[in-house]
């Protein structure tokens, strides 16, 4: 089970270069159910998510280059590129804020989100963001991937 709060970011922290941080490529083959394809580094990926914003089961599955190059072809929409940045912060959580290439904001600037992965909802509904996260978008199916691959 993947439970997952998402939140706007409107101005990247002062030190997030000292953040880890990775390229993704990614796109879906459907979005009801959600099947989705990513590429990061050498790792490529499938990844079925059933419905539900706050949690959904996702189940990932290991894929060679081949099958991942394969499977690119069969995408609806565009394939979302982005740098993610990773930061563990109290209790265990981590921050993992994207940065996207091709989703933007409405006045044109790239879509920055942050997601945070808990283990119950109970942690989820419990947090309090960091006064720099901006707007909870957890329930705004707008900011799915998935959805975002659509415009």
């Not at 394939?79 to 006045?107: A, G, H």
């Not at 309090?128 to 707008?142: A, E, L, R, S």
């Amino acid at each position: 089970m993947a439970i997952e709060r998402k939140f706007l970011i409107s101005n990247l922290p002062e030190d997030i270069e000292t953040w880890a941080n990775r390229r993704i490529e990614q796109g879906y083959i459907c979005t009801e159910p959600v099947l989705r394809i990513r590429h990061s580094g050498d790792k490529y990926s499938f990844v079925y998510k059933s419905s539900g914003l706050l949690a959904h089961q996702e189940e990932t599955f290991p894929l060679t280059e081949e099958s991942y190059n394969h499977l690119a072809t069969k995408v609806d929409g565009k394939m979302i590129k982005k740098t993610r940045y990773v930061r563990s912060i109290e209790n265990n959580l981590k921050i993992e804020l994207d940065v996207f290439d091709n989703v933007y904001e409405s006045d044109g600037s790239n879509l920055k989100m942050a997601e945070v992965e808990f283990p119950s909802v109970e942690d989820a509904n419990a947090f309090i963001p960091p006064v720099w996260f901006g707007k909870d978008v957890t329930m705004d199916k707008k900011y799915h991937n998935s959805e975002m691959s659509k415009a």
